[in-house]
């Protein structure tokens, strides 16, 4: 009965989230409504700027290059430079800066002298679409959203329907407790009352069940001998594990998030642990690659809608996230106000999660790129992963299983032309699994 | 019966009133047992809640406690680069060029660096130059990681400002030039292009520098020789492939004489090729690494050798001269004048002498011969030092006219013989600075010692053979508060050049021409065109030359008669040479290098004084082998010219002529040594007149020395299966079956070759990579260099001299040498087989007594072994855990994680090549070597297991480098090419002795070796199959 109610719930919650999801994407169009009676296309604007000028501008704040947001009539107001200027500025900046420009070279030695990029394949209609852009106040923060998205929602209410319907189990078994012990006491009641004396009815009746058992002794036998082995088996099990790490997730000096940038951005795994291509080691990407980003990313804005329930409930809020990346900039010596570095570095110790023993040796390079695996097939779905955590339990047997299950990638691989002719048909077989290429043997991976 | 007797202990027993007697009568303890401490405060003891079942309960709590707390993993902490160099990637190795021209070693080599730590040096096989790393060159990656380095510099021992230093130095540096007081310079040998001409600059500027160049072990008197007939300081060079006949007198031409690098242009020569290969006469004194190789060896003290060389030039000229020399060696000057005769340009002499006349008349040999060996034309420059000149500087100083005193690069308080003038005269000197990279006897001495660098963290240049130009560049940044010594000179001459602009710029002007410097620095070398080389050695000759001389010419015809007259002071004559694995001593602290046993006597840890059997019987001196297996021997005195020096073990060396002694420099450093290293006695105060023969006298002195050799059985006792050999003449005219048996067993009660029969069933192994090793024991000259490079490569620990005299030495290749117990093994073979019974004179018993014992002059051979990865191995069927076993490619597999250490499998090793980890030797100050600090740990290679206590461990075959070609081809999707295929000892052997690779492949050159007809397996009777096989030895006996 309750169940069914709930079931209504769901949908509340589902048509709540749907209207304010509505109500977001409508407040993020009203943003890029031009604000000003400029003639260029925001939108378009956007785009561009994003494409062109965001690895070096920021609207509101320096970076490599001065902040724009209404640069145009910043510039004609504070200046008196004109939309030509910035046209010619934009087009080639080296040639107005040698030609000797006084505010070109004013900017260009406050900058601290690096030129910027020409681009001469901006057309003018382009370069209004930008400023159009700049001229659009800078978006205002966000407000905080109490509510969830429809996505998150209904993950979470079949969280809540599980514990929900666990409750009710539990309830309705406390009630069939509860109904049989009364219905006992009534019987017993009605028993007494008809002048039954149950001690006496049940005096004849042999001995009790476990009186019975202890005289049994094959029965005693049987099940000690099957208690021990039980016992056995677990404590086996248990010692077996003692130095497997499986779901080890230790807490990071620098609160980075997979699911952040492998997940919601996308970006590919070997993009920062680079030398899983080359190396033995996925080598933990040193500082100067997160930079190659968040030079230009300072603060995280990647729920427009604010933070999720659960997210907020960890305490990871858009602000906790900034701050971590304060983090990084504290570490790599970065001076966010001058936009340069201070020299002052301070290297991250991270905590290794995947710890192999010295004893074997594992090469990145020969599974990600001779044998193209997945980095997911060992590390587990990174990509979801808040905190990363040891997926797989990095055992020998662990390690045996898929060599003897995977088939080796021998197409287009000039390496393997001979030996996979040879010894495809000693075995009879089309595909090879690594291990009978080899890769069972101690030495392969023991030296 | 019973009996009466009273027995007792002690003498108090006897004494009935004995208070302590009858204590002990009663109880255990005289006294009683001070438990009042804890359980006399009764009070306290009644009033604690706790009792003896709480104690019980904690001591249960806190085991169990701990046990819980020992599952918990540790945590590990990673910390990547701020900002990653470019060309590092963790995990992949980088190879940088560089040379290394530490005034005894030049070489051009390849350093491997691993997340920008060097590791490992390899040779540069971009260079023209013949030469390959030694075993020290292999072994300086480790003396990088010296802890005991000087880590900033210091004013009398005490640490100092650089500023301080630079002020102090230049203002005093200016006063002596206003002063016109002499500033002198006192360095190793450079080699070097820029640095001669940064020194000439910075005489330039303080007018009364006087630059005097010093070599520990001197070769002055080849370099006057050479000056006098062809008007420059330098080394005639010597190619020995193009020789066919080689004859040295005393030269140790595959160590370390005129510099070396020269074994393996003669490993060329001496294998055989089209039928031929080049013979090799040897007369020398102490029994040598190149006397041991040559296919005649004429033991000769350096007095008669030099009346040989004399009786030879007059034989070639037609002419006779004085002097007596043995019978023996008579016939033999008179069969190599033929030989020569018949060979002429193809034919080249040389000599160790000491003497200008001995260096002036080889010189005119060669010349009169037209060798095609002999270089004079580009000489090289390896070695500079002036002994004039350095006898100058220290009468100079003695007498109190030298106000400043730099030295870079020479210890001369350890290395002079005359180390006590030097003290006397340093006492007068004002100012004086030394440029060290460790504490020594001269910075003790000194005002200011600046910790200078390693050469692995320097920059430079040298010029090894004329037009010969290579580049020093640093492989890792400096350690420690360093500064080189050109780096100073250019601050103390107010220049704000970096060393490295000064070289740069050089080159530009100087050497380069239309080179390119990126191009040279990549390649580490750059050879200059003929014409460009003429101009500029002008160059640097002119600044190299320190003072204008009149250079007096030798006459040979003098000089001949000079030589055959020359006769010894009476007493024993000392020769004193350099050990392939210690040199001139300046690595004495390296550990690798301590442990190295030299490849004659197989001692590591040690220098002695080598003495003939006749002589050590007269003098009354011993060698024995004790119960634990270690050699034992008596100590002696030596003096010359009333110098003595104590108690030197000494060793009685097959082979060394009798009248004569020997004696390694190099050893018996204390100052700023680990005491582990303070091993051996110092030789150099014997070095008299620089002089390497000398009068000397030896004394018995009382006590036995305990040596850590390596092989205490030191004949083949007739094996010839173990060592084959065979003759030029034999090889070519005779059927291999004649010359390499192949040895035959019983099955079926008739005789079949060991090679058909099979106790195993064999695998299909055609199918990938089959690896196999050749080593040649015609191209191997027993250097050593492959044992260093398979230790580098492959983490071997060190053990410590106490150890190695257990025979618990770790080296995973070693390189067995054997004597022969009649003059040649053919005879040992021969007296083998005709043994008829058990006693009489042919008789089993007494005959193998006999051939224990080597000749006088013995044959001698090398054999480097190691795991011989074979097909069927003993090791692997007993294995309880099947710890070891095989892989497809042939290797034999050692998984040390899962081994128990039963060490079935050493004992069931017919090689021997299984080694036990008795202790572990990482982390463990008893071994206080390298694994057991921080700094010395950095030489580890990252791809192999560092091996703890408890486990075997054994050659692998190089199975990680192995993977990593075949990864790399994988990953490149490519087939492999011959020769990428690398083990550490192959790659390292740059006389093409150790040649490895995939026999599968049938095109590779070890398909090819493994088909030839002096191919054999060892104790191939055995059945094992391994995959290591070898080339029967050739000797050139051919008469003339």
Redesign the interface.
């Known amino acids: 009965m309750k169940k069914v109610i709930y079931r209504n719930q769901i949908s509340k919650v589902l048509g709540i989230s749907l209207v304010v999801f509505l109500l977001f994407s409508i407040s993020i169009f009203a943003q890029d409504e031009p604000a000003t009676g400029s003639s260029g296309d925001p939108v378009k604007g956007k785009t561009l700027f994003n494409q062109n000028c965001a690895a070096c501008h920021s609207l509101t704040r320096k970076m490599t290059g001065p902040p724009l947001a209404n640069i145009e009539s910043r510039l004609s107001e504070d200046e008196g430079l004109d939309r030509e200027w910035l046209n010619a500025w934009i087009k080639n900046s080296a040639g107005m800066i040698k030609s000797g420009d006084a505010y070109g070279n004013k900017i260009y030695t406050e900058y601290a002298q690096a030129p910027m990029t020409a681009f001469p394949t901006l057309s003018d209609t382009d370069i209004d679409d930008i400023l159009a852009y700049t001229a659009a106040p800078p978006p205002a923060p966000v407000a905080v959203a109490v509510t969830v998205d429809s996505k998150d929602g209904s993950a979470k209410s079949s969280d809540i329907t599980n514990e929900l319907i666990l409750g009710a189990l539990i309830v309705v078994f406390a009630l069939l407790i509860m109904m049989l012990i009364l219905v006992k006491k009534t019987l017993k009641r009605f028993a007494i009352a008809k002048g039954v004396d149950l001690d006496e009815a049940y005096a004849g009746k042999g001995l009790s069940l476990w009186k019975a058992f202890v005289q049994n002794q094959f029965l005693v036998l049987v099940t000690s001998i099957f208690l021990l082995l039980a016992a056995a088996y677990f404590a086996f099990g248990w010692m077996m594990q003692?130095?497997i790490?499986q779901g080890?997730e230790?807490i990071q000096p620098i609160h980075y998030s997979h699911k952040i940038h492998a997940g919601d951005n996308k970006i590919e795994c070997k993009y920062c642990h680079s030398?899983a291509r080359?190396?033995?080691?996925s080598?933990?990407?040193?500082?100067?690659?997160c930079m190659n980003c968040h030079k230009s990313i300072y603060e995280y804005q990647g729920n427009p809608e604010g933070p999720t329930k659960e997210d907020l409930a960890n305490g990871y809020t858009n602000e906790f996230y900034t701050g971590e990346i304060q983090k990084l900039y504290k570490?790599?010596?970065w001076d966010e106000e001058n936009q340069k570095y201070t020299g002052e570095?301070q290297?991250?110790?991270?905590?290794?999660v995947h710890?192999l023993?010295?004893?074997v040796?594992f090469?990145h390079?020969?599974h990600v790129?001779?044998a193209e695996i997945e980095c997911q097939t060992c590390h587990g779905p990174v990509e979801e992963m808040e905190i990363v955590s040891q997926y797989s339990p990095l055992t020998m047997g662990w390690c045996i299983n898929c060599h003897k299950e995977t088939n080796v990638k021998v197409e287009?691989?000039?390496?393997?032309?001979?030996?996979h002719e040879?010894?495809s048909k000693?075995y009879g077989v089309d595909q090879l699994t690594a291990a009978q290429m080899?890769g069972l043997?101690?030495?392969?991976c023991?030296? | 019966m019973a009996s009466n007797k009273k027995y007792w202990k002690n003498e108090a027993e006897l004494n009935p009133n004995d208070s302590i007697v009858e204590a002990l009568r009663q109880n255990e303890f005289v006294q009683e047992i001070p438990v009042d401490e804890f359980l006399g405060d009764k009070e306290n003891l009644s009033a604690t809640n706790t009792d003896r079942r709480d104690f019980l309960k904690y001591v249960g709590f806190s085991t169990a406690a701990a046990a819980m707390a020992a599952c918990e993993g540790p945590v590990r902490r990673s910390i990547p680069y701020v900002v990653q160099p470019e060309n590092i990637i963790p995990g992949v190795a980088n190879y940088y060029a560089t040379t290394i021209a530490n005034g005894f070693d030049f070489a051009s080599i390849l350093v491997k660096t691993r997340e920008g730590r060097p590791i490992k040096v390899e040779n540069n096989t971009d260079a023209k130059l013949k030469g390959g790393a030694n075993a020290r060159v292999q072994s300086s990656v480790l003396s990088l990681y010296d802890s005991t380095r000087l880590q900033g510099p210091l004013k009398d021992g005490e640490p100092v400002e650089w500023n301080s230093i630079d002020a102090d130095v230049k203002a005093k540096l200016n006063s002596l030039n206003t002063a016109g007081k002499q500033i002198a310079l006192l360095t190793q040998t450079y080699a070097s292009p820029s640095t001669a001409k940064l020194i000439a600059e910075f005489k330039e500027m303080y007018g009364t520098v006087n630059h005097v160049t010093y070599d520990a072990i001197s070769e002055d008197a080849a370099l006057s020789a050479f000056e006098a007939r062809y008007g420059e300081r330098a080394l005639a060079d010597y190619n020995f492939e193009e020789a066919n006949i080689i004859v040295s007198f005393g030269a140790d031409i595959l160590v370390d004489w005129q510099g070396g690098g020269y074994d393996s242009g003669y490993s060329k020569g001496r294998v055989p090729k089209n039928g031929k290969m080049s013979k090799h006469v040897q007369f020398e004194a102490n029994m040598s690494l190149t006397g041991a190789n040559a296919d005649k060896r004429i033991p000769l003290t350096p007095m008669q050798q030099k009346v040989a060389l004399a009786q030879l030039y007059a034989k070639l000229n037609g002419a006779s001269t004085s002097g007596e020399i043995p019978e023996y060696a008579q016939r033999a000057i008179e069969s190599i004048t033929q030989e020569i005769g018949k060979n002429k340009s193809a034919a080249v002499v040389v000599t160790g002498l000491q003497d200008v006349n001995a260096q002036a008349v080889v010189l005119a040999i060669n010349e009169m011969l037209g060798s095609k060996a002999f270089d004079a034309k580009a000489p090289k420059y390896v070695r500079q030092g002036n002994v004039k000149n350095v006898n100058a500087l220290i009468a100079d100083m003695k007498a109190g006219n030298v106000g400043a005193l730099i030295m870079d690069g020479v210890n001369p308080m350890f290395t002079l013989p005359n180390a006590t003038d030097f003290a006397e005269g340093i006492e007068k000197v004002d100012l004086s600075v030394t440029f060290s990279t460790n504490w020594t006897e001269t910075t003790e001495m000194t005002n200011y010692t600046v910790a200078s660098n390693h050469f692995l963290e320097s920059w430079g240049d040298t010029q090894i053979k004329k037009g010969h130009y290579g580049l020093i560049q640093p492989t890792i940044k400096e350690l420690f508060d360093t500064r080189q010594l050109q780096s100073a000179l250019l601050q103390w001459m107010g220049s704000d050049k970096s060393y490295y602009d000064y070289i740069k710029e050089t080159w530009s002007t100087d050497v380069l021409g239309e080179g390119d410097w990126n191009q040279a620095l990549h390649d580490g070398v750059f050879t200059a065109g003929s014409n460009v080389v003429e101009e500029l050695v002008e160059t640097v000759a002119a600044v190299v030359e320190v003072e204008e001389e009149t250079i007096s010419t030798i006459d040979v015809s003098s000089a001949v008669r000079n030589l055959a007259s020359a006769t010894s002071g009476g007493g024993m004559e000392l020769r004193l040479y350099s050990k392939v694995g210690m040199g001139d001593g300046q690595q004495a602290g390296n550990p690798w290098l301590q442990e190295f046993p030299d490849p004659i006597s197989r001692v590591s840890w040690d220098n002695y004084v080598t003495v003939s059997k006749v002589d050590a019987e007269n003098l009354g001196l011993i060698n024995e082998n004790v119960a634990n297996g270690g050699l034992d021997g008596s100590y002696t005195n030596l003096t010359v010219n009333g110098i003595t020096i104590e108690n030197v073990p000494v060793l009685i060396q097959p082979g060394q002529a009798p009248g004569s002694v020997g004696m390694a420099l190099g050893y018996g450093r204390q100052v700023g040594m680990k005491s582990e290293m303070q091993t051996g006695v110092n030789a150099y105060p014997l070095y008299q007149g620089y002089n390497n023969v000398q009068s000397v006298t030896l004394e018995k002195s009382a006590g036995t020395h305990e040596f850590a050799c390596m092989q205490l059985h030191n004949t083949l006792m007739g094996r010839g299966d173990i060592i084959k050999e065979t003759t030029l003449e034999i090889f070519n005219t005779k059927d291999h079956s004649e010359w390499n048996k192949v040895p035959m067993v019983s099955l079926n009660h008739q005789e079949v070759p060991a090679t058909t029969v099979d106790l195993w069933d064999s695998f299909d192994r055609s199918i990938g990579h089959h690896f196999n090793m050749s080593i040649d024991l015609n191209a191997c000259t027993g250097c050593g260099v492959c044992v260093i490079a398979c230790g580098a490569e492959n983490n071997v620990p060190v053990v410590g001299k106490e150890e190695v005299r257990r025979s618990r030495d770790m080296h995973w290749l070693r390189i067995d040498r054997y004597y022969s117990s009649e003059d040649t093994f053919e005879e040992d073979n021969v007296k083998k087989d005709e043994f008829d019974g058990l006693s009489g004179d042919k008789g089993s018993l007494g005959g193998f007594g006999e051939m224990e014992d080597p000749a006088t002059n013995p044959q001698v051979a090398f054999q480097p072994i190691m795991c011989q990865h074979c097909n069927h191995a003993p090791c692997e069927t007993v294995c309880p855990v099947a710890a070891t076993s095989h892989g497809r490619q042939g290797q034999n597999q050692m998984a040390y994680n899962r081994c128990v250490g039963t060490r079935y499998c050493a004992n069931n090793c017919p090689y021997k090549v299984r080694r036990f980890n008795w202790f572990l030797y990482n982390n463990n100050d008893e071994f206080n070597y390298h694994m057991n600090n921080d700094l010395g740990k950095m030489v580890l290679n990252p791809d192999v297991n560092v091996r703890s206590r408890g486990v075997i461990e054994k050659c692998s075959m190089c199975i990680q480098k192995t993977q990593k070609t075949i990864l790399d081809a994988k990953r490149d999707g490519r087939s492999i090419i011959d020769g990428e295929f690398q083990t550490a000892c192959s790659m390292a052997c740059s006389n093409g002795a150790i040649i490895f690779g995939d026999v599968n492949d049938g095109n590779s050159k070890i398909a090819e070796l493994k088909e030839s007809d002096r191919m054999y397996h060892l104790l191939e009777s055995v059945g094992t199959k391994p995959n290591v096989f070898y080339h029967v030895k050739v000797r050139n006996n051919n008469e003339a």
């Open positions: 003692v130095g790490d080890y230790p030398s080359v190396s033995k080691q080598g933990i990407p040193s500082l100067n690659v570490a790599v010596g570095t290297p991250v110790e991270w905590v290794q710890n023993p010295d004893l040796y090469d390079s020969q790129s001779v287009g691989n000039e390496y393997y032309t001979k030996i040879e010894l000693k080899g043997e101690c030495g392969k023991h030296y």
